[in-house]
């Protein structure tokens, strides 16, 4: 169950939010009483979320933006603080595996292209969300991380993802007695349905067979042998983005039916 008015009057920011996990939780704040901004780089998808909130009576904006590069991270939170003059809870879900192979398969190009989509967009709106928690002297991020640490075929991937995690706990550590908070979330395999492609190139049965094997090592090395639904992360970040976890801060919840990073 949904708890009733647990973010009401809050202002939150969900990254990579026009579907998967993103939605899932810009959706479930929206329920429980946030205006809720989700940024994406996908504008169909980020307007038909938005549309979708909105038709259900709830309060939710969009923000077409780069994240990877810090124009788009600043401009962000720039339009956010402009629009509603705070941001309480920031959820950093940009990211995704491209490909997967073995690692001596990567070429520099593609190795560069997993860091730039899932550890610079973290970074970069962690940076520039902080100036203006700082100016209020409260908020939450919640950034999101992964199992994948200790995966297979998705080497680039795992190491961004391992920055997330390095990144939660030293930014916490820096912020010492000030009440920001800040936590990763780091899901197991989950059922996803992609409004994007991971990779806009047609996949090859070098491709295919990658990802099974991906697929294969997650379920055997998950205990409870199945992966997880989106709205089974989406509640594990929102418990860490509320009020309720205000005595948790610099640490990552495995949310990956038992597996661990």
């Known amino acids: ?14 990254t ?36 979708g ?3 259900d009576g709830l309060d939710a904006y969009g923000e077409i933006h780069d994240l990877e590069k810090r ?10 603080i402009e629009r ?17 192979k073995p690692f ?16 610079w967009p973290t970074i970069w709106c962690c940076h520039a969300v902080l100036p203006h928690l700082l100016a209020a002297g409260q908020g939450a991020i919640v950034n999101v991380g992964s199992v994948a640490t200790r995966g297979i075929n998705r080497l680039p991937y795992a190491a961004a993802k391992g920055g ?12 010492e007695d000030r009440p920001i908070r800040v ?27 990658g990802f099974e094997a991906v697929v294969r090592q997650t379920l055997r090395d998950t205990p409870m042998a199945r992966f997880g639904e989106v709205d089974e992360i989406a509640a594990a970040i929102c418990f860490l983005g509320a009020p309720e976890a205000s005595y948790i801060t610099g640490q990552t919840l495995y949310v990956a039916g038992g597996g661990i990073g």
């Open 1 to 14: 169950m949904i708890s009733s008015g647990r973010y009401a009057d809050k202002i939150a920011v969900v």
């Open 16 to 51: 990579g939010g026009a579907q998967g996990i993103g939605l899932a939780v810009a959706t479930r704040m929206a329920r429980e009483g946030a205006t809720v901004t989700i940024a994406d780089r996908a504008e169909d998808a980020t307007m038909a979320a938005v549309a």
């Open 53 to 55: 909130l909105r038709s």
């Open 71 to 80: 124009d788009g991270a600043c401009s962000l939170y720039g339009n956010v």
């Open 84 to 100: 509603h003059g705070r941001v309480d809870v920031a959820v950093h879900n940009v990211g995704g595996t491209i490909w997967a």
């Open 104 to 119: 001596w398969d990567y070429c520099a190009e593609e190795i560069e292209a997993e860091i730039n989509r899932s550890l």
């Open 164 to 175: 997330v995690a390095a990144l939660t706990v030293a930014l916490a550590q820096d912020l």
């Open 183 to 209: 936590n990763c979330v780091a899901p197991g395999g989950v059922n996803v349905t992609r409004v994007t492609p991971r990779n806009p190139a047609e996949p090859t049965e070098a491709d295919k067979a």
